[in-house]
């Protein structure tokens, strides 16, 4: 018994449509999720079957969530996803979907190990890191 895994994280965000194109350029699916008791949807983007981003508009942060961050605030963000693929099939990506790479590749230790890290920024400036494992062309 004992903590297993990262289940979901909250972004605080401007504006959810963006937000939704957004991640969804990058390849996420990001809209609606149903919540139980019949209390409506809530907007989020799923990372996995597994894990999801929870989002919340910033001017109904605290009304809407009564167990809100206190210091929350809009680009506050710095997470780190996994890419499957090479560090080159990453960059190709990210450039045909229009995100800018502001940093890499650099050699990063994640939750595996030594990887292959490229940063870019969501539309409301949170840091995204996207790492790669195993990609020889980066071996040290």
Known sequence: MGIAAIDHWVLVVKDLEETFAFYRKIGLDAGWQ???????????IRISDTQKVNLYVVDRYTTESPTHAPNFATGGADFCLRWEGTVREAQDFLQEAGVDVISGPVARTGSKGVGTSLYFRDPDDNLIELMTYGDPAYAS
């Open 34 to 44: 149903e919540r139980p008791g019949g209390r409506g949807k809530r907007p989020i």
